[in-house]
């Protein structure tokens, strides 16, 4: 990846991540014969992918109906029905399959390579890049782009001076920098603020004190002040609640957990497939009184 950057470039994609790739490797089967620039600003590619799903990747879901599938995106769901008729998941496991890559389905719908290991999507990826001549760089970061009068795009980088790419494609990730949503708008793009998600909650309780690393495999999560719900495992760690049962309840009510601006009440119901837990206690300590709860469970979490 030591290659010296051009000053005139055909197609030049910004963000070395699994889209900036994807990116890549589908113009360079679209328009076959121009010459494609991949430029990352950090010193490895693919890093999220390869920590994906706990270091195995989750590739996509099992929903291959585009209306349903949209319907699972906190936001921009209209917007995404469109995209997701031309592109969706059956089509992702299509293209890895033609490329080797067997997927596989867990019981909540993830998919991941049969193999369990991040490295195989990364090694698919990089080998597909090379094979189209795909040239990367890293560390180059972009800090300023604005459209020539020629058409072109001038493309500023941190410490490389100014190139000029001929179409530029941004895939360059979060939009957490300000200097990045102020160049989307100086191009004509509007920026809705960009917020946290997929966040895990910090708690502060010495109920869970000493269960770090306890995992349950289906809870119910709810915020009863914006009536948010989700479900799914639940992992305790050592600064509080982790999983997707929580991740997926922070992605669903991010702009309410935002816009509070403080500490917030999340009910977790541990057992949701039992109706009645208290009468369900009595009953069992009624019945099983004299026996140690290690030998004698009434839930099995």
Request: charge should be neutral; hydrophobic fraction near 35%.
């Amino acid at each position: 990846m030591a290659h010296s950057l051009p000053h005139n470039i055909p197609i030049l994609i910004v963000g070395g991540g699994a889209s900036g790739y994807f990116a890549a490797l589908q113009a360079a089967e679209s328009v076959p014969g121009h010459q494609i620039h991949i430029v990352e600003k950090g010193s490895q590619v693919l890093t999220k992918v390869r920590i994906s799903g706990g270091g195995r990747c989750n590739v996509t879901h099992a929903c291959f109906e585009p209306r349903e599938l949209a319907s699972h995106y906190p936001r921009g769901q209209k917007e995404l029905l469109g995209p997701f008729h031309q592109w969706q998941s059956s089509d992702t496991v299509s293209w890895f399959m033609d490329r080797g890559i067997t997927l596989k389905t867990e019981p909540d719908g993830r998919m991941f390579p049969v193999t369990d290991l991040s490295s195989t999507i990364v090694d698919c990826l990089e080998n597909e890049a090379r094979s189209k001549g795909i040239v990367v760089h890293t560390q180059k970061e972009v800090v300023n782009l604005w459209p020539a009068d020629s058409g072109h795009w001038q493309v500023q980088f941190k410490d490389d001076g100014t190139i000029r790419a001929h179409q530029c494609l941004w895939a360059g990730g979060g939009m957490q920098s300000r200097q990045v949503i102020r160049m989307m708008e100086a191009i004509g793009h509007q920026v809705i603020p960009p917020i946290p998600s997929l966040f895990t909650f910090q708690v502060n309780d010495r109920l869970i004190e000493g269960l770090q690393g306890l995992s349950i495999e289906d809870v119910s999560s709810h915020l009863p002040w914006c009536d948010i719900r989700s479900h799914g495992p639940l992992l305790l760690t050592h600064w509080g609640l982790s999983g997707p049962a929580i991740l997926k309840l922070s992605s669903w009510a991010a702009r309410e957990i935002h816009d509070r601006e403080g500490p917030f009440h999340c009910h977790i119901h541990w057992i949701p497939w039992v109706r009645q837990p208290s009468e369900n206690l009595k009953h069992y300590a009624g019945t099983h009184g004299k026996k140690h709860v290690s030998n004698a469970v009434p839930f099995r979490l």
